[in-house]
């Protein structure tokens, strides 16, 4: 059974950097596109940033625009997420999603697609 594992995840001050990264393991096909959610305690889960193959493009919140980067190794499958300059207000699980399909980045971040594999989360904490 396949499953996305993320990784990365601790503690560190604010102004501090955490590289987030998420490794499909255990299925027998490729993901279109991967993106990173997050969900601090109380609030609801929202989108950070997501990015499909091919085209390269990306697409990110606007609370974290300027401070976070997707990326991906595709020959490993990885994707990562470089978070800089973080703030107390970043603190929450991010989970890893992923889709075979190719889906609108916008869409995808903003909530109105929801895509089909998730990992468990990896929990980063700032401190003020």
């Known amino acids: 059974q396949g499953q996305l594992v993320e990784s990365g995840g601790g503690t560190v001050q604010a102004g501090g950097s955490l590289r987030l990264s998420c490794t499909p393991s255990?299925?027998?096909?490729?993901?279109?596109?991967m993106g990173w959610f997050r969900q601090a305690p109380g609030k609801e889960r929202e989108g950070v940033a997501a990015?499909?193959?091919?085209?390269?493009?990306?697409y990110y919140a606007d609370s974290v625009k300027g401070r976070f980067t997707i990326s991906q190794d595709y020959a490993e499958r990885t994707l990562y997420l470089q978070m800089n300059d973080l703030i107390p207000e970043d603190t929450a699980m991010y989970y890893c999603?992923?889709?075979?399909?190719?889906?609108?980045?916008?869409?995808?971040?903003?909530?109105?697609?929801?895509?089909?594999?998730w990992g468990k989360g990896t929990l980063v904490t700032v401190s003020s």
């Open positions: 990015m499909c193959r091919g085209d390269g493009n990306t």
């Open positions: 999603a992923a889709d075979r399909n190719h889906l609108p980045l916008r869409e995808v971040v903003s909530g109105y697609y929801t895509m089909d594999y």
């Open positions: 255990g299925y027998s096909f490729s993901f279109y596109c």
